[in-house]
């Protein structure tokens, strides 16, 4: 699978702008042979809402009117796209991605993990189980930015055969040392590709970033864009590797599993309640 990464501006408050602009991208990448494109989060609204009343506004739900118009694109080019969306659900709102293929919505997801910055002050944090999705062949997971924070997730998704793991992110300054450490560490530790797709430009005061990367199973760097202006970056994806989790360094004398040399009953203080978990946001709160 060949896969972009787009690192752009959004149109805050203009769904209708981000996605003839979507369109125009992706037509351009299925013209290259890309089978994959993936956009930043909250790329359809916009992220830095000041309430909840302002933020539903621009919430629909999966499947809706941005999930249809996408995958009317998709099945024309016979290619897919992951983007990030505001989901309604009632009057819940939540942070979610979608991924859409030639044959319509192929799975979305709702960010679990919330930070208190912009849109998720406000949002529902997301309780479905992380689910690995299949396209093209090759098994992908979605998280949304803050999630990649928390290496739990990443070896759920890895653990229920991931090749492949989208990160969709809107980082302001602060995100630095999470682009440019914790998404190697992520592939790396898992053995799976590893995107962060993350935007640039300014935002009801908020800047972004920039620093998108895609990485090997290796934790090697495939692809960065480590300035705040737009680009695009692209790798292939070989699921032989990705699936390869036993690594035969020297035989005999040097075998590197990190699957099989898991401890999980050692684990148990990772998925209990911790107080000290909690009042930062409370607090905020």
């Known amino acids: 699978m060949k896969i972009a990464g787009i690192q752009t501006d959004v149109v805050f408050r203009d769904t209708a702008a981000n ?7 992706v037509l351009s990448e299925a013209r290259q042979g890309t089978d994959l494109t993936i956009f930043p989060e909250c790329y359809a609204s916009g992220y830095c ?6 933020a539903l506004q621009f919430g629909e739900s999966i499947p809706g009117p941005s999930t249809d118009r996408v995958a009317a694109l998709c099945r024309q080019l016979q290619t897919h796209v992951v983007f990030g969306l505001l989901e309604r659900d009632g009057d819940q709102l939540y942070n979610a991605a979608v991924l859409i293929g030639p044959a319509g919505l192929i799975g979305s997801y709702r960010k679990v993990h919330l930070p208190w910055l912009g849109v998720d002050r406000f949002t529902t944090a997301g309780e479905r189980p992380f689910e690995v999705f299949e396209a093209g062949g090759v098994r992908i997971g979605m998280l949304i930015c803050y999630d990649g924070g928390f290496p739990e997730a990443s070896r759920v998704l890895a653990l229920k ?37 993350n935007r640039v430009g300014t935002e009801n005061g908020f800047n972004f970033i920039g620093k998108s990367r895609i990485c090997h199973p290796t934790g090697a760097t495939l692809a960065t864009l480590d300035q705040p202006t737009p680009g695009i970056l692209r790798a292939e994806i070989d ?47």
């Open 239 to 285: 699921v032989q590797i990705s699936r390869t989790k036993r690594v035969v360094r020297v035989p005999g004398k040097h075998v590197i599993d990190r699957m099989a040399d898991r401890r999980p009953a050692l684990y148990g203080p990772v998925v209990e309640p911790h107080d000290l978990l909690r009042p930062g946001r409370d607090e905020a709160l």
């Open 19 to 25: 996605l003839a602009a979507l369109e125009t991208t």
């Open 49 to 54: 809402f000041d309430s909840l009343e302002e």
């Open 161 to 197: 055969g991931a090749d492949l793991i989208l990160l969709p992110t809107n980082w302001p300054p602060g995100g630095t040392y999470m682009a440019d450490f914790a998404i190697n560490s992520r592939a790396m530790e898992n053995g799976v590709y590893f995107t962060a797709v």
